[in-house]
């Protein structure tokens, strides 16, 4: 892959790194909120409770993502290795590239996966 295209992967995945930070940093204060369940009623604990799981939930994904991220931007500090499906080797469209920076896998492979996932589930 040209330098230059490169270049401007790593500008993508150093924001999206840094927007997950953001995201990440805020699950975890909401999740030490100083809230005092003792005083409201049994409705509003439960509720409470719910938003707190949820946001450590949605929290969950963005730590998943972040790993793929940081995995990225490492693949690219090596060189080589950018761009190259993990599962069959060849290259990762760059249109797929420009919409998931991060993506480990060529399409081909992603579906194969998915499927594969589906099959296992069901």
Known sequence: MRKDRLVQFRKKLEEKQ???VEEVGKTVQYGKG????SIKDLGD????AYN???QFELGNGDRRLLKE???ALQKIDE?????ACERCGEPIAEKRLE???FARYCIDCQRAIEQEARMAAG
């Open 18 to 20: 840094r927007q997950l």
């Open 69 to 71: 991220v940081v995995s």
């Open 79 to 83: 060189g080589g290795s950018f761009g």
């Open 34 to 37: 100083t809230e005092d369940d």
């Open 45 to 48: 604990q439960a509720s409470s």
């Open 52 to 54: 707190r799981e949820f």
């Open 99 to 101: 919409a998931l920076p």
